[in-house]
């Protein structure tokens, strides 16, 4: 009796959920979660426990403001399916996307919070609409397991593998960065350095790895200035120009990090080689100013302490 009714209910057309279901698809073959693709999505599905950032709402059948919602919230917490995702069939649905999707899914009761409900926001063997938008995911699932294998594990894997992880652990760190959640973002890179650093570089691969390193640097370089710790920046930049001594961005954080330490000729020095490669660069040319302005001022200053001690002498 009770399979029957939930089969009753699945199929009904009955109310604005019942005719949006007549247009959706039935992904698993049994009512239980039907979806409609609103705008398509590219690249693969979404893999299991990745960790996934996503603009979602939930509506009741006949409410006009969603009960559940985060599209209100400039920085989307950053979920994990199996964890952070823990509705059966928002997690199933979620599976079937790919990046930059959006899509509607009605769940039944058994899919969603069941015959019980929760009182008193969700009534008793409630149908739930979600409206969902994936922004972008991460095979964070790939990166932990990586990570957890010894160094020599991990140096007989395939290099594409190692760069999927990279660039996982990459994405993450800049996802905290832009919260300003730098050391968050510190500890991801650090990690991305760690997996590429234990790499066994053999002449066929050194060119890629060294390719994946230099973003990693550079990433480093910034965070730590933000973390207002400009020696260690200067080593990441260092790092990075032994890969590509031209590199225009290197350059200007070492710039930076000079200026931050107050030695203002290294950093007019190294800004001189940014500015030659970009010329019209903004912000080259203005720290650059700054850069030269203050490198005069320290030495008319010197050149004041000078004459005074001159001048004491004298006297």
């Known amino acids: 009796m009770h399979s029957a009714n939930l089969n009753q209910r699945n199929?009904?057309?009955?109310?604005?959920?019942?005719?949006?279901?007549?247009?959706?698809?039935?992904?698993?073959?049994?009512?239980?979660?039907?979806?409609?693709?609103?705008?398509?999505?590219?690249?693969?599905?979404?893999?299991?426990?990745a960790s996934v950032l996503i603009?979602?709402?939930?509506?009741?059948?006949?409410?006009?403001?969603?009960?559940?919602?985060?599209?209100?919230?400039?920085?989307?917490?950053?979920?994990?399916?199996?964890?952070?995702?823990?509705?059966?069939?928002?997690?199933?649905?979620?599976l079937t996307m790919k990046k930059g999707e959006f899509s509607r899914f009605l769940l039944q009761p058994q899919f969603a919070f069941g015959e019980m409900?929760?009182?008193?926001?969700?009534?008793?063997?409630?149908q739930i609409l979600y409206e969902v938008q994936v922004m972008e995911f991460f095979d964070s699932a790939q990166a932990k397991d990586f990570l957890a294998l010894e160094p020599d594990a991990q140096n007989a894997l395939p290099l594409s593998l190692l760069s999927n992880v990279v660039n996982t652990l990459r994405n993450l760190g800049n996802r905290s960065f832009k919260q300003g959640r730098h050391d968050s973002a510190k500890d991801r890179y650090k990690q991305a350095m760690a997996a590429l650093m234990t790499r066994v570089t053999q002449k066929v691969d050194e060119k890629e790895v060294k390719a994946l390193l230099l973003p990693i640097y550079l990433n480093l370089a910034l965070t730590e200035l933000r973390l207002e710790s400009p020696q260690k920046a200067l080593k990441y930049t260092n790092r990075a120009l032994e890969i590509d001594p031209h590199n225009t961005k290197a350059l200007f954080r070492s710039g930076?990090?000079?200026?931050?330490?107050?030695?203002?000729?290294?950093?007019?020095?190294?800004?001189?080689?940014?500015?030659a490669k970009k010329p019209f660069d903004c912000d080259i040319n203005g720290l650059l100013m700054k850069a030269a302005i203050c490198y005069k001022k320290g030495l008319d200053q010197q050149t004041e302490v000078y004459s005074r001690m001159f001048q004491a002498l004298r006297t």
Do not use: W
Request: charged residues 25%.
């Open 117 to 126: 409900g929760c009182p008193p926001l969700i009534p008793p063997a409630a």
């Open 11 to 49: 199929t009904t057309t009955e109310g604005p959920f019942g005719c949006l279901a007549l247009r959706m698809e039935d992904i698993m073959d049994d009512g239980g979660i039907r979806k409609e693709v609103v705008q398509p999505g590219e690249g693969p599905p979404i893999p299991r426990e």
């Open 55 to 94: 603009r979602y709402s939930a509506f009741l059948e006949y409410a006009d403001q969603p009960f559940d919602t985060n599209s209100n919230v400039k920085y989307p917490r950053l979920m994990t399916l199996g964890r952070d995702v823990t509705l059966a069939g928002l997690e199933l649905g979620l």
């Open 256 to 275: 930076q990090a000079y200026m931050d330490k107050h030695e203002y000729e290294e950093a007019h020095n190294v800004l001189i080689m940014a500015q």
